[in-house]
């Protein structure tokens, strides 16, 4: 038996969100925002966005950059054109990364490149830039996800099948033609999954389809920033357990500290949700207390958009208007933002439901 209290001070020693910013974990799922992307576009599959710095969400698809015509408005305009000799003509895009400062990142897809340009490298409505290499960098290098580290190099997840995984950290000032770009997690044994990074610089990736290895189909973890940082840090022997999350092939750490998963482990029956991992279970795992127990709702969100259809999730988080993204294809769902703040009462009753018995 153990009991298990985190509190504030402690949580933020970690890096995580404390119990009194868990609103928007206990909120997530209450209600939906249906969003309707652009059209899918050429040579894709599905329509993959990111949150510009101020707001408005940035689609993806074909060869085709679009941005939103004001915050929340849902409308979309096409801005950009990738340089159709980079991307044989369309992408179907693998992911999307806007930095704080807005560079932009988009993983186009297998065997096509991952591009980074500045925000001030769109164009306008009616008058789209074409992302020439004078205007955007294209790195030809393997990729499924990415995500920007604090120091403002790409963090790649890749992989070949039958092969370990690993996550890259491109250097985006390097020459595309000598693209600096080493290897920070190594021996994934698994399929290439999802990445990202919380506020004190901790590296979260997963084994996206187990075959072989200590860890299996959707195994999450983290990696303390000296691990990766002077690594490349083994998958398999380091790293904290988080827990065991659908395929984790898309990974979002919100503004609290709660990290979204999304992706399916059809081999468990495990798809169809997203998954949001509460920023105090992610505290107790690294505190040594063991990985989350996800089918305990205070661990563990398990969020279900208002599909038509079968769902396999990607998330993103824009942090500017508190909003959790869920991509399906053509299909975008956006929660509906938690209030800012809670009142002491409710504090004090969500502080008491994290003391439990397991």
């Known amino acids: 038996m153990r009991t298990v209290v985190v509190s504030c001070a402690a949580a933020a020693m970690l890096g995580v969100a404390s119990p009194a910013t868990a609103d928007a974990f206990e909120r997530y799922g209450q209600s939906w925002r249906a ?23 940035l689609a993806v698809t074909g060869n085709s950059v679009f941005v939103e015509s004001g915050v929340g408005s849902g409308a979309f305009d096409e801005v950009a054109v990738f340089d159709a000799g980079k991307t044989g003509g369309g992408s179907d895009p693998a992911f999307v990364a806007v930095g704080p400062t807005g560079t932009i990142a988009v993983g186009t897809g297998f065997g096509r490149p991952v591009v980074v340009f500045s925000v001030d490298a769109l164009g306008t409505p009616g008058a789209p830039t074409t992302l020439t290499p004078g205007v955007a960098s294209y790195y030809d290098l393997p990729h499924y996800h990415g995500a920007w580290s604090h120091d403002g190099r790409l963090a790649l997840t890749a992989g070949d099948f039958g092969s370990p995984s690993r996550v890259t950290l491109l250097d985006v000032t390097s020459d595309p033609g000598s693209p600096v770009n080493v290897t920070i997690v190594e ?4 399929a290439s999954a999802g990445v990202a990074f919380d506020n004190a610089g901790r590296l979260y990736t997963a084994n996206g389809f187990g075959y072989g290895g200590a860890s299996d189909t959707g195994w999450i973890k983290a990696f303390e920033p000296a691990a990766w940082q002077h690594g490349p840090a083994d998958f398999e022997s380091q790293g904290v357990l988080i827990g065991d999350v659908l395929s984790g092939v898309s990974l979002a750490i919100d503004a609290f500290g709660n ?17 949001v991992i509460g920023a105090g279970a992610i505290a107790d795992a690294l505190a040594g ?3 989350i127990d996800r089918n305990d709702p205070l661990q563990m969100r398990m969020l279900l958009p208002p599909t038509g259809g079968f769902a396999f999730f990607s998330a993103s988080y824009n942090a500017s208007t508190g909003e959790l993204y869920a991509f399906d294809g053509s299909e975008w769902f956006a929660t509906v933002p938690a209030p800012a703040t809670l009142s ?3 504090l004090t009753a969500l502080a008491a439901r994290r003391r439990r018995d397991a």
């Open 344 to 346: 002491i009462l409710a």
């Open 289 to 291: 207390l063991g990985p």
């Open 35 to 57: 969003v309707t992307p652009p059209p899918i576009g050429p040579q894709s599959y599905q329509v993959m966005g990111g949150a510009l710095p101020d707001g408005r969400m």
């Open 187 to 190: 021996n994934i044994a698994g």
């Open 259 to 275: 990290l979204a998963v999304g992706g399916g482990d059809y081999a468990e029956g495990d798809s169809g949700y997203l998954g």
